[in-house]
């Protein structure tokens, strides 16, 4: 399976390739437009708990889905390429922030990820649009600067690039008189970088934070209305995590548990990645971990919950800690954060949220949930693409969409009541008519009898 994974990538990029240095359909400024914004680590519920005038703004004139459900782990890049792949981190590939592969022996951080090898197990949808004849644009989308299997266009990751010079790169890419592009992808690392600082219940500094996000998307609605595009492009804003509260007070200390020498740390927390050393047992490691604390649920690899998507692949390790929500695992008792995220992903505090605008959207609309594999197709719909094999239902995103006609249950069990009313309400009038027209008219018999004897008497 990973080995077809593999070749229809390369196959992809080929022919992507071909059709880029052929020309054929990629100036083709007619196609559907659509911008996908990530703000990293921004909380479903920062929306009702905070003032966000120029976000809600752009949510009163498109839709909203107030809680999406991400996949496991609740990290920064597993989730950011389910978005672009609608698959779970198993499938694409890319299972946590920190990797390691035992059958390459290589070795991923966010600091080591531009070899192609750890993105080649699934084809994000920049590249399909591109296979398609037409061009994508990623302003520092993670994995869209990887060699070979890059974006037509694209910025490499640079922190001191401001959110306003990356809008202004992504706006000149799709109103390029030439050859615009007909997909882009923006990504921007707040309120991530507050939310671990200061934690999500700091409400001062956190207010500050939401407040300067929420000034950037009312730059980038503004840039966009100036430039003309605001009437015709479709503009997704989301995230790929919540951001759950953390303390001194909630660390799992490893060091207690287990001596560092018989494993390795592939992944930190909240989920701890474990390979156990070649001298080691790996039933022994589990049995001194599993019961290290009760603030945690400790499993072997097999025996990971159907529910997480997370154990067919060769890059989970064979042992995997999750810690309860705002536990942290130390080997020390020093702790540097405040907030985290990769907590199981059924947890409210690790949904991010989803708002979109545009001539594909309906006005006006609130939904709400979604799963995030289920963006992916609702993106190769808009962009009139044929898409990848996915773990994604386009069936749960077809309400957002202003082409689709869609009933949801709770409007489809009040018109079958509605019915159900209707239609025992004439049941009822028909029989009482029809008794009314057969019963006996006593009354009228009884008067007629009198009529008659009245004849008689004279």
Not at 219 to 232: D, I, M
Not at 284 to 310: T, V
Not at 403 to 412: F, G, T, V
Request: with cysteine; glycine share 6%.
């Amino acid at each position: 399976m990973k080995m077809l994974s593999r070749v229809n990538l390369i196959l992809t990029v080929i022919v992507s390739g071909f059709v880029n240095c052929h020309g054929n359909n990629t100036t083709n400024s007619t196609a559907p437009k659509l911008l996908l914004v990530s703000l990293d680590g921004f909380r479903a519920d920062y929306l009702s708990n905070y003032s966000l005038p120029n976000l809600q703004n752009f949510i009163k004139e498109g839709v909203l889905v107030e809680h999406v459900t991400n996949v496991f782990i609740t990290k920064t890049f597993p989730n950011h390429h389910t978005i672009v792949t609608g698959l779970y981190a198993e499938s694409h590939g890319i299972v946590a922030n920190n990797m390691y592969d035992p059958v390459a022996n290589k070795t991923f951080s966010p600091s080591n990820k531009n070899d192609s090898f750890w993105w080649n197990e699934s084809t994000p949808i920049w590249l399909t649009n591109q296979m398609e004849g037409h061009k994508s644009g990623a302003a520092m989308w993670p994995g869209s600067d990887i060699p070979y299997l890059s974006a037509s266009l694209f910025l490499p990751y640079n922190p001191k690039i401001t959110f306003e010079q990356r809008v202004d790169t992504v706006t000149m890419w799709l109103t390029s008189p030439n050859d615009p592009v007909n997909f882009a992808m923006l990504y921007w690392h707040e309120p991530d970088e507050s939310g671990h600082k200061y934690g999500p219940e700091d409400v001062a500094k956190m207010t500050i934070a939401l407040r300067e996000v929420d000034m950037k998307i009312d730059y980038l609605v503004k840039k966009l209305k100036s430039s003309g595009l605001w009437e015709t492009l479709n503009v997704i804003i989301t995230s790929d995590h919540g951001m759950a509260q953390c303390s001194q007070d909630r660390i799992i200390n490893l060091d207690d548990c287990i001596n560092r020498t018989s494993y390795t740390l592939v992944d930190e927390s909240p989920v701890a990645a474990i390979l156990p050393g070649p001298q080691t047992n790996k039933t022994q490691i589990y049995n001194a971990l599993k019961n290290c604390s009760s603030y945690m649920k400790a499993y072997l690899k097999e025996d990971i919950p159907d529910r997480y998507h997370y154990k067919h692949n060769s890059r989970i390790q064979p042992i995997i800690l999750v810690a309860n929500e705002g536990w942290m695992f130390v080997r020390n008792k020093s702790l540097a954060t405040l907030g985290n995220h990769g907590y199981d992903n059924a947890l409210p505090s690790m949904h991010p949220f989803l708002a979109a605008h545009g001539p594909a959207f309906r006005k006006g609309y609130k939904q709400n949930t979604i799963n995030s594999v289920d963006i992916y197709p609702m993106m190769c719909h808009i962009l009139g693409l044929k898409g990848m094999a996915n773990n994604g239902s386009f069936e749960n995103t077809k309400c957002l969409l202003s082409d689709q006609w869609c009933i949801r249950l709770p409007e489809a069990i009040g018109i079958v009541v509605g019915v159900i009313m209707v239609l025992t309400t004439l049941t009822c009038l028909i029989i009482i008519m029809k008794n009314k027209v057969s019963s006996p008219r006593t009354f009228s018999r009884l008067q007629l009898q009198e009529d008659d004897d009245d004849l008689l008497i004279e």
